[in-house]
């Protein structure tokens, strides 16, 4: 039986911060002034850069390049930190405003 992921495998990158905090299930809004958050908008920029030097490298958009390699652990927020600290940033209580 083949086996079905409810997720589908990230391909390409992308130039968009709330698509690319999607992939750890985070919003813009979900980012504070805490750590974490900083830590992650300090991502964003490393995964930013990246993105820029393989697309010119490769003459490519970033939908048809994907980082590996010593650069994988930036296509996701926050994959260099622990599970718990995602978890408490993406359940803070939600804004109504």
């Not at 905090?21 to 830590?39: E, K, N, T």
């Not at 958009?61 to 926050?78: E, F, H, K, M, T």
Request: charged share 25%; hydrophobic share 35%.
């Amino acid at each position: 039986m083949k086996k079905i992921n409810p997720i589908p495998e990230i391909v390409g990158e992308t130039t968009d911060v709330e698509s690319w905090l999607m992939r750890a299930g985070l919003r813009f809004s979900d980012l504070g002034d805490d750590a974490v958050s900083i830590a992650i908008r300090r991502q964003w920029r490393e995964y930013q850069a990246a993105v820029h030097r393989c697309c010119v490298t490769l003459h490519q958009p970033p939908s048809d390049v994907q980082l590996s390699g010593d650069y994988a652990n930036l296509r996701i927020p926050g994959a260099a930190f622990t599970n718990c600290a995602i978890d408490r940033l993406s359940s803070r209580p939600q804004s109504l405003d």
